[in-house]
């Protein structure tokens, strides 16, 4: 069940953006374990912290709590339903606002924008896409394809495209 806005609500998790980053991440919407938490890919069964660590993107393994510590390493965080919790079935069609989120790759210019997975990538292309480097841009910030770091999604798992991203990315 997704948590919709009522009146003008504050997003789940704030978003980890400014200008000059190399890499923002983004998700579909925060799970209820994040949600509750208040930190981004909080459920223990999540790949993506320990993919980042890695994939050699950070220098350590960092807590789901530590993630404001990631625009020190010159990434970000947003997801394309800031006011919604719960898995990708369970929100509504219009819980995901891909205008505002080109509006904010177009306002902060990150080098490469990446989805953390297939299902936020379609949503925000419009298209399937593949794992990997995409042939479109948001302005100059190159788009990439991560495999979902979900433990509901862990058949699908592989830290061969987190890995690509980091070569892309250096």
Partial sequence: MSIAPTGHREHVLPDLLSAGLRCVFCGTAAGRRSASAGAYYAHPGNMFWRALHAAKLTPRLLAPEEFPLLSQYGMGLTDLAKRHVGNDNELP???FDVAALIAKIERYQPR???????AAARIALGRPAVYGLQSERIGETKVFVLPSPS???RGHWDLTPWRALAELDT
């Fill in 112 to 118: 490469v924008l990446a989805f953390t997975s297939k």
């Fill in 93 to 95: 069609g219009d819980a």
């Fill in 151 to 153: 433990g509901q999604a």
